[in-house]
């Protein structure tokens, strides 16, 4: 059966600190992953990541993708009060998200 | 451009009751999603249109839930009966094509969502 973990479950930095959130998926027929950040509404899009090795980048924002262990992980610099949301990875396959990593920065 | 709309923003029944969602896709996508997301927990899929075809449905309880997509456009969710159990954010999606049966390219995976209908049953 396909799944998506995710971790930490929640995580609690100050402002200025460095985070790094981790995916971890099992999937038959892999093609992508992506990266979606969901505030009081619905997720919005940040990444989308179909090739092992290669850092995408938004802002302070990145995201790798390491196909033979089968992780993602999103890293996010310097982070700001507005960083605050729950990070969700999902697999198109089926579309299965993870349960999500709630960040919360405090100022 | 026009996002995916959502209706109602809210609803609050009694178990046993029933309720109807309404989603409108963003113009020319042919991929419709309905997802549920309970407090807490990432979305889960219910059901997957391409145009008005059904393409996965196992996750959606069919004894109490329906969705239709007649014309390949609009889709309407409904729960009929509902239980306490329903209550979550009832979350449209939409994309331009099935990132699954297509090779990914920038545009095919992104699923852009519409506001949500929060259900609450009592």
């Known amino acids: 059966e396909d799944k998506v973990v995710q971790s930490p479950l929640s995580l609690v930095v100050h402002e200025g600190d460095t985070v790094t959130l981790n995916c971890s998926y099992e999937v038959t027929n892999f093609r992508s992953l992506l990266w979606y950040k969901q505030e009081k509404k619905a997720p919005t899009f940040l990444f989308m990541l179909t090739s092992s090795g290669i850092e995408k980048k938004s802002g302070r924002l990145s995201s790798i993708l390491d196909k033979k262990e089968l992780f993602s992980i999103l890293n996010i610099t310097a982070t700001q009060t507005g960083d605050s949301a729950v990070y969700l990875c999902?697999?198109?396959?089926?579309?299965?998200f993870g349960t999500g990593t709630r960040l919360k920065v405090l100022a | 451009e026009a996002g995916v709309a959502q209706s109602p923003r809210y609803k609050i029944i009694e178990k046993r009751q029933s309720v109807a969602f309404w989603c409108n896709p963003i113009s020319g996508h042919a991929t419709l999603y309905w997802y549920q997301q309970i407090l807490g927990q990432g979305p889960k899929l219910l059901i997957q249109f391409q145009n008005n075809g059904v393409v996965d449905d196992s996750q959606l309880p069919k004894d109490r839930f329906s969705a239709e997509r007649l014309k390949g456009v609009d889709s309407t969710l409904k729960i009929q009966p509902a239980k306490l159990e329903d209550s979550a954010v009832y979350l449209c999606?939409?994309?331009?094509?099935?990132?699954?049966?297509?090779?990914?390219?920038?545009?095919?995976?992104?699923?852009?969502f519409g506001e949500g209908s929060r259900l609450t049953v009592l």
């Open positions: 999606a939409s994309s331009l094509r099935d990132a699954f049966l297509r090779a990914p390219s920038p545009n095919t995976g992104e699923l852009f």
């Open positions: 999902a697999i198109p396959r089926k579309y299965i």
